[in-house]
């Protein structure tokens, strides 16, 4: 199956693959949808962010954070491989 879209919303995507053979397509979530609660990650960001009294700003300030954090830990980790 090859991957031939990724549909990103708020926090989770939903990533559509495509068998090479029979042309079958399957949508596969980055997250867990929950229809009894509908209950949903980005609805707990925003949970989170109202609890501790940050808005929208500093929430994507501190994820874009996290996310640079991640990619050097990565990049470390790629770099020790090397070596
Ligand atoms: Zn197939």
Redesign the pocket.
């Known amino acids: ?1 090859n991957l031939v879209n990724e549909i990103r919303s708020g926090f989770y995507s939903d990533f559509l693959f495509k ?6 397509e399957k949508k596969i979530s980055s997250t867990k949808f929950v229809p009894d609660s509908n209950w949903s990650i980005n609805k707990a960001a925003v949970s989170s962010s109202i609890a501790i009294g940050i808005g929208y700003t500093q929430l994507s300030e501190l994820f874009l954070s996290l996310i640079i954090m991640l990619l050097l830990k990565l990049k470390h980790r790629m770099q020790q491989k090397i070596l």
């Open positions: 199956m068998c090479k053979m029979c042309n079958l």
